[in-house]
């Protein structure tokens, strides 16, 4: 049995059901500890409990201020889209987001995949194609993601959030290992027979240069065939396939992308009671960053650019600053050049 299927088992036992008496993470794991079978480091049953937190179908949630699990209320996955349907009809959206950008069912989703990133511990940036140099007609076609995610190798949950572990990032340098993982995404709303692969060598060119490549669609993945060439393609270029199961009624009834970015990790969580992640392939990580095409990248998007500079921001002060506060940080020092 695995880690996470013991806890889902041990946890209903050992949460309170009120959020007001929730339990911090060292107590938890004191009770969770001697009721495991098997060897697992105080690490890895942490970061269990802040992933499971974050996913809406599991029993243990996190308080929205403070630090602090309690049980999660048991919602019937089978109503778990009427529920969202339910709950965000009733969003109350500013006047000036009633339309736009903001309500694109694209833009909807993109903010959706990064706050369900975030409140995964990990650490996603918008890459905005529109503000990329101009180059001739054809020459950055298919060269940037829709989203980078960063996920650090060196990092541990404690009680007071994610933190970068010092002495694990020692380790990694003086072995010349990269303590990071980057992850290149391309996102769809849906993907069909006659576009499938338009949007997968999409996502094949502008993803050589990270560590892993994901293509990830909104809509749940239902035809055989369709399946069937998007497993075999990505077995052959190591291309992670995914989709959220999320239908176009649902995407239309959320509130607008830039509500959702606003939204507390409670309210995530109600909207991604929708999500049903389902994996057609798993591509394999590479070794290494490709710095050459990196260089190239940077020189023509600010936004990758500005994406290795948080990074080191990050090493030199041992700190995994989401990235939002890395560029209020950056503004505020150089308000005082």
Not at 73 to 78: E, F, G, K, L, N
């Amino acid at each position: 049995m695995t880690l996470r299927d013991q806890l889902s088992e041990l946890l209903p036992g050992l949460l309170p059901e009120n959020p007001d008496s929730a339990v911090n993470g060292t107590s938890l794991l004191e009770a969770v500890r001697p009721r495991l079978q098997g060897e697992y480091t105080e690490a890895t049953i942490r970061q269990h409990f802040s992933v499971m937190a974050g996913d809406p179908t599991s029993p243990i949630a996190r308080v929205s201020q403070g630090h602090g699990y309690y049980l999660r209320a048991a919602t019937p996955v089978v109503e778990a889209q009427d529920a969202v349907l339910t709950e965000v009809g009733v969003v109350e959206q500013p006047a000036e987001q009633d339309g736009g950008r903001s309500s694109q069912r694209e833009e909807k989703f993109r903010a959706l995949f990064i706050r369900y990133c975030e409140i995964g511990n990990r650490f996603p940036v918008h890459i905005e194609h529109t503000t990329a140099a101009r180059q001739p007609a054809g020459v950055n076609k298919w060269k940037f993601p829709d989203v980078v995610v960063l996920d650090w190798d060196v990092g541990r949950i404690s009680d007071a959030g994610y933190q970068i572990d010092r002495g694990l990032l020692e380790v990694k340098r003086s072995l010349g290992d990269q303590p990071f993982r980057l992850t290149s995404v391309e996102l769809k709303v849906g993907l069909s027979l006659s576009s499938f692969r338009e949007s997968f060598f999409q996502c094949v060119s502008n993803s050589k240069w990270a560590h892993h490549a994901y293509l990830v669609t909104a809509n749940a993945l239902q035809d055989e065939t369709l399946v069937r060439e998007l497993r075999r393609l990505g077995t052959s270029f190591d291309i992670s396939v995914l989709s959220y199961g999320l239908s176009n009624e649902v995407l239309d009834q959320l509130p607008n992308a830039e509500v959702i970015l606003r939204s507390n990790d409670q309210e995530i969580e109600r909207l991604a009671a929708a999500i049903s992640i389902s994996r057609v392939s798993s591509g394999r990580a590479r070794e290494a960053l490709d710095w050459e095409h990196i260089e190239d990248v940077r020189t023509q998007s600010g936004d990758i650019n500005d994406v290795f500079v948080w990074i080191s921001r990050c090493l030199i002060d041992g700190r995994p600053y989401a990235f939002d506060d890395f560029k209020q940080i950056a503004q505020l020092e150089a308000g005082y050049r």
